[in-house]
């Protein structure tokens, strides 16, 4: 199961930390996501990392986001700086054995094994 917060509003330029909590069989996962959805949007692939803390991102937010994980607390992080309102949209945490090997991850046709519900960003 995988629980998302820290999702909010902020004005353009501001900052938030997404967080998604893991249990269950997600244990077994080798890599963590998150993935977005704007209002009238596609799914779009947001940053995944994996068992050895690789991390890759979606041109859009690279160098803005960070995606991270603490084993210690089985805690999924999204650090997003810089923020704009292309950026509002519900974000989701995702998570699968293994990592996507080619660039589908980024589209809307990717499916990962397991999600959360999402957390709303909304910036203006």
């Known amino acids: 199961q995988l629980v998302e917060s820290g999702g909010g509003s902020v004005q353009a330029g501001g900052s938030l930390r997404l967080r998604c909590t893991r249990s269950?069989?997600?244990?077994?996962?080798?890599?963590w996501a998150w993935f977005r959805q704007g209002p009238g949007k596609r799914r779009e692939g947001v940053a995944y990392i994996d068992s050895d803390d690789a991390t890759s991102y979606a041109d859009s937010v690279k160098g803005r986001f960070t995606i991270s994980k603490d084993n210690a607390t089985s805690t999924l992080y999204l650090q997003m700086n810089s923020l704009k309102p292309e950026d509002t949209a519900t974000y989701y945490c995702?998570?699968?054995?293994?990592?996507?090997?080619?660039?589908?991850?980024?589209?809307?046709?990717?499916?990962?094994?397991?999600r959360g519900q999402g957390t709303q960003v909304t910036v203006s």
């Open positions: 995702a998570a699968d054995e293994g990592c996507p090997t080619n660039s589908a991850w980024l589209g809307p046709g990717y499916e990962w094994n397991y």
């Open positions: 269950g069989d997600v244990f077994s996962a080798g890599c």
